[in-house]
């Protein structure tokens, strides 16, 4: 899974002084297109004040609703693979940029209003959020609880306006440091923080959904240094991509080995099922009344090859479960892993030198052996073994149900068919249907197809892009709002295969994101 959630309100704070009379502390800039930190030291006068200290603060939210609504079904934001990722896109317009400092960023421990001002000159627009207060409540001003959102706190604290440490509830006692930070040398990186272990706390409900404050770090707020400006882009900035965005990142893919399943080697095979074509767990009658089966090791797989005559079949039997996901069960899902040797028996080595493979009749049941839920077929494959070459396949890879247009709201699942060119096809006198090739390596990117603008990246660590496999084929499910809409997208693929990587950027595949309506 790779999802982007793009920023529900931004804004930044400052003390600035204007004109050498005045601080705009009660100043707004919650419509503005960039979102600035600056730090000056000495740089105006202020009566009464010696050497006046400038600053400015960013705040950020994202709309975590979309996550929460998975977390308790396939999304474990505890899992290795869980990855949370802030990022903010520099703007450069010829501006001062200071060099060699360093970013942190806090969850912050109290909501802010966006507010609508766009004055970052004069600092003339008055509204709620700014250095003084956070929101609006009715018609009652509710302050920070230290000016410029400082308070740092403990996880709970009702005095904090950022939180720096607490219990997370993850084994690790009191933390000391719930905040991120990146380091910037030249000045003009881009912003990418990991803040998994804060959205995943977050979406436990540990830490509560008001966002971020970004700032520079520490002493660098109050050393007599001036760095004026680092300007990212905000959620109102003209190019789309430059927005902020928070990148989800998890490995939900589910490889089915039907078409893939080899002896010797470990393999699995799933079963759905539904309930008036929506996914729900199978029902099995106990005292009287219909249960869902669930959980582990709740259904029974046979497996026969050969026939009853004489006795000359195959058998084996294995248990299944509810298929997980990290710690959840996805509903309606069933899976078995096994492996079967290609010397079990004497009638199954036979088959296989005979025709390279095995069929198997598959009887999936209750563990009582009482009630039969499905029968389908498995081909088991002997290893392929070839001379040695180092010569990769050469591929053509398409989606098979590419539309030219998509909405932003849409959950699509995309089948991919690969084909390889080289492949030796026998001719018959009968139509052939060609099967495309199955790699259990293969991820997806998504690029803007006129800028060449790399979307959404091969999420090759953490397995985020990589393509799930079933009964007919290959296939990832992708959400459309994870694009910028108005621009048109193409689908580039790596392989991984017979111990080589290829990149293929040349398929067919084009298609646009609209807004929804």
């Known amino acids: ?21 005045f601080r705009a502390t009660d100043a707004n800039t919650g419509q503005a297109g960039t979102l600035d930190l600056f730090k000056l030291y000495s740089e105006s006068t202020l009566s009464g004040t010696d050497a006046p200290t400038e600053l400015s603060r960013i705040l950020i939210k994202f709309d975590l609703d979309p996550l929460k609504k998975v977390t308790s079904s396939y999304l474990d934001t505890g899992h290795s693979s869980f990855r949370a990722t802030l990022k903010l896109f ?60 400082n308070r740092q706190g403990l996880l709970g604290s009702t005095k904090a306006d950022i939180i720096s440490s607490g219990n997370l509830s993850d084994g690790e006692g009191v933390a000391s440091f719930i905040y991120k930070t990146q380091s910037f040398s030249s000045g003009k990186e881009d912003l990418s923080v990991d803040v998994t272990r804060i959205v995943s706390a977050t979406l436990s409900n540990q830490i509560p959904d008001h966002g971020f404050r970004i700032s520079f770090s520490g002493s660098q707020e109050t050393d007599k240094l001036t760095r004026f400006v680092k300007r990212f882009a905000s959620r109102d900035a003209q190019s789309v991509h430059k927005r902020p965005k928070l990148v989800i990142e998890y490995n939900d893919t589910i490889q089915d080995h039907h078409e893939s399943f080899f002896f010797n080697l470990s393999g699995s095979i799933f079963l759905n099922n539904f309930h008036r074509g929506r996914p729900a767990n199978i029902l099995s009658e106990s005292k009287g009344r219909f249960v869902g089966v669930s959980g582990s090791n709740c259904v029974i797989i046979r497996l026969v090859s050969g026939t009853n005559a004489n006795s000359s079949y195959f058998a084996k039997t294995i248990t299944g479960s509810q298929h997980q996901v990290g710690d959840n069960y996805i509903t309606g899902v069933y899976s078995a892993s096994f492996s079967i040797s290609e010397f079990a028996s004497a009638t199954l080595r036979n088959e296989i030198l005979a025709a390279s493979s095995a069929t198997f009749s598959t009887y999936w049941g209750s563990t009582d052996y009482t009630v039969g839920y499905h029968t389908s077929s498995l081909v088991i494959n002997s290893i392929e073994r070839t001379s040695f070459s180092n010569v990769p396949k050469r591929l053509f890879i398409n989606i098979t149900n590419s539309r030219d247009v998509y909405k932003s709201s849409e959950k699509v699942r995309f089948r991919v068919f690969a084909e390889d060119v080289d492949r030796v096809t026998k001719l018959v006198k009968k139509p052939i249907e060609p099967s495309s090739e199955i790699f259990t390596q293969m991820y997806y990117r998504i690029r803007d197809s006129v800028s060449n603008d790399i979307v959404i990246p091969f999420g090759e660590d953490v397995n985020s892009t990589l393509l799930s496999t079933d009964s007919v084929g290959m296939y990832f499910d992708f959400y459309m709002n994870a694009l910028p809409q108005g621009r048109t997208y193409t689908v580039d693929f790596l392989v991984k295969d017979s111990g080589s990587s290829q990149i293929y950027t040349n398929t067919p595949i084009k298609f646009k994101v609209l807004a929804n309506g």
């Open 1 to 21: 899974m790779y999802r982007v959630l793009t920023a529900s309100k931004d804004t930044y704070i400052t003390n600035k002084i204007i004109n050498n009379k």
């Open 90 to 149: 520099d703007v450069y317009g010829g501006q001062t940029t200071p060099s060699n400092f360093k970013i942190i960023v806090f969850p912050l421990s109290r909501s802010f209003d966006e507010g609508v001002g766009r004055d970052i000159i004069t600092f003339e627009d008055l509204d709620a959020t700014n250095f003084v207060t956070s929101s609006i409540s009715g018609d009652t001003a509710i302050a920070w609880n230290m000016t410029g959102a």
